[in-house]
């Protein structure tokens, strides 16, 4: 079983800062991080990949958030983080993570945590 819960949402300024995390509970314990992702949704429109982390290291994202954003993950902790700074009002969206999990070299798959709001007023 897994479970991500997803926190660090809230309101904030334009310019602001908030730090996003995504921690696992997983059953069998040997479920491992393998790819995040943070992924966004805002109202009326498709959700969208903001940015990725793979096991090596690896970062990719959005050429909107490129430069604000720093995605990490600690895999000791299983948890990933995403920092969102300079935040402007159109991050305004519910952030989700997306974790691929493995255990050893067997491919579990991925799981969705359950969204959190991210709101920046003008």
């Known amino acids: 079983q897994v479970q991500l819960v997803t926190s660090g949402g809230g309101l904030v300024r334009t310019g602001g800062s908030l730090r996003l995390s995504c921690a696992a509970a997983?059953?069998?314990?040997?479920?491992?991080?393998?790819?995040v992702g943070w992924y966004r949704q805002a109202p009326g429109k498709q959700r969208e990949l903001v940015a990725t982390?793979?096991?090596?290291?690896?970062?990719n994202y959005s050429d909107s958030v490129k430069g604000r954003f720093t995605i990490s993950a600690d895999y000791t902790k299983k948890t990933a983080y995403l920092q969102m700074n300079s935040l402007k009002p159109e991050d305004t969206a519910v952030y989700y993570c997306?974790?691929?999990?493995?255990?050893?070299?067997?491919?579990?798959?991925?799981?969705w945590g359950q969204g959190t709001q991210v709101t920046v007023s003008s």
């Open positions: 997306n974790v691929y999990f493995l255990a050893g070299s067997i491919r579990i798959g991925d799981y």
């Open positions: 997983v059953s069998p314990p040997n479920f491992v991080f393998s790819t």
């Open positions: 982390i793979t096991r090596s290291g690896d970062t």
